[in-house]
């Protein structure tokens, strides 16, 4: 049973950075596209970006485009966000997730708990 937990969450000012790490233990996920999610407070669970298994196709929201990179390292089982050019609107809890290529989050089976980003004006 693959559990995923996210971490590298904080405080940051606006036009910072932070890199977040989603850690998954109980089985590999060297074969299975992976993606992050994050949601606002009062608001919907929206995407952020995707990667496939083979590490090399990449998809972003627009929001993201530009400012966030999405990697995997699947020998240690670890996927990452490296945000960069923090705007106040990034504020959410950042979710990781497994299953699919996709921009939507039904299509993925395994969810962490959550790293609040919180970014400052």
């Known amino acids: 049973q693959v559990q995923l937990v996210e971490s590298g969450g904080g405080l940051v000012q606006a036009g910072g950075s932070l890199r977040l790490s989603c850690a998954a233990s109980g089985g590999s996920v060297s074969m299975y596209h992976m993606g992050w999610f994050r949601q606002a407070p009062g608001k919907e669970r929206d995407f952020v970006a995707s990667i496939a298994w083979s590490t090399i196709r990449t998809y972003y929201a627009d929001s993201a485009k530009g400012r966030f990179t999405i990697s995997r390292d699947n020998a240690k089982n670890t996927m990452y966000l490296q945000m960069d050019s923090l705007k106040p609107e990034d504020t959410a809890v950042y979710y990781c997730?497994?299953?699919?290529?996709?921009?939507?989050?039904?299509?993925?089976?395994?969810w962490g708990q959550g790293t609040q980003v919180t970014v400052s004006s």
């Open positions: 997730a497994v299953g699919a290529y996709s921009s939507t989050w039904t299509h993925y089976h395994y």
